[in-house]
């Protein structure tokens, strides 16, 4: 941190034989300097496209809550299987507990797969834990606590897993977190609402209380891993290659403070995290 000296503002007159008092000194602003922490990633897109392989590869050693139980599969493919640590958990207060636990300094990046995943979890921990507010109701449901109230209860619940990994950024470690995808409608006030591509996370038609624009705010990067297809004749065509857009496009959300170039992927490619984290 950075402070300046105190200084003092000059003694008011003072009556005829009176005796000059000093005024108290005035607080000076101090500026901190800038540290370097780690990168908040969204990385989304339809299933099987290879979102938790391309996750593995960002700067190890990884650590990755495997919520959709798919690292026993893939880990043979991994080129750094030594890299990459499994953490089993199987529901939200393990999460949250597991990321206070010790032994984390030398993980470089964690991964949440899926954080779609997590979200359920998250509602089934709110429903089991957050009664209502009149007792006697027994919940059983979100809609059970009233008209919005229950995703608001999951909203707020949310956040405390993004001020838990929070932490673990300000400690220097990236955190990726991996969605399954959506279709949904952008609301255009210059003319016709269209549909792109969203992470599937919760996100009411009024924006209140949605996970899903909250997790866009938090994130440094919001990044689709799509399918390259084109459209001739009302059919699609495509040969299954990949492509990352890190940058926002009719057909997709996405936003990244580093790069604003789309970028092909290929089979176990490290080297779009080096355009991306630096």
């Not at 590869?57 to 030594?82: H, M, T, W, Y």
């Not at 954080?115 to 998250?122: F, H, M, S, Y």
């Not at 440094?220 to 290659?241: A, M, P, R, W």
Request: glycine residues 8%; aromatic residues 6%; hydrophobic residues 35%.
């Amino acid at each position: 941190m950075v402070a300046f000296p105190e200084t003092r503002s000059a003694p008011p007159p003072t009556q005829s034989g009176g005796s000059r008092q000093a005024s108290p000194p005035r607080k000076r602003v101090a500026f901190g300097t800038i540290e370097p922490q780690g990168h908040r990633i969204v990385l989304y897109g339809p299933g099987g496209i290879g979102k938790t392989t391309c996750s593995c590869l960002a700067p190890g050693p990884v650590a990755i809550f495997d919520l959709d139980e798919s690292l026993p599969v893939l880990r043979s493919q991994l080129p750094n299987n030594d890299q990459v640590n499994r953490v089993v958990v199987r529901s939200w207060q393990e999460i949250r507990d597991v990321l206070h636990m010790d032994g984390w300094d030398e993980i470089k990046t964690i991964i949440i797969d899926s954080v779609t995943k997590a979200e359920e979890l998250c509602v089934a921990w709110v429903i089991k834990n957050v009664k209502h507010e009149k007792k006697e109701v027994i919940i059983e449901r979100l809609e059970d606590y009233g008209w919005g109230k229950g995703l608001g209860h999951v909203y707020d619940e949310f956040l405390n897993l993004l001020a838990d990994l929070d932490t673990h950024v300000r400690a220097g470690r990236n955190v990726i977190l991996i969605a399954h995808d959506c279709t949904a409608t952008v609301p255009n006030p210059h003319g016709e609402d269209w549909l792109r591509y969203e992470p599937r996370l919760q996100s009411p038609a009024s924006g209140k209380n949605s996970i899903r624009l909250k997790v866009r705010e938090w994130a440094d990067h919001v990044i689709f891993l799509g399918y390259d297809v084109s459209v001739d004749g009302g059919k699609g065509q495509g040969n299954g290659t990949r492509t990352l857009y890190p940058c926002e496009l009719p057909h997709c959300m996405a936003k990244s403070r580093t790069t604003g170039t789309a970028m092909a992927v290929t089979k176990n490619d490290s080297s779009i995290w080096t355009k991306i984290i630096k």
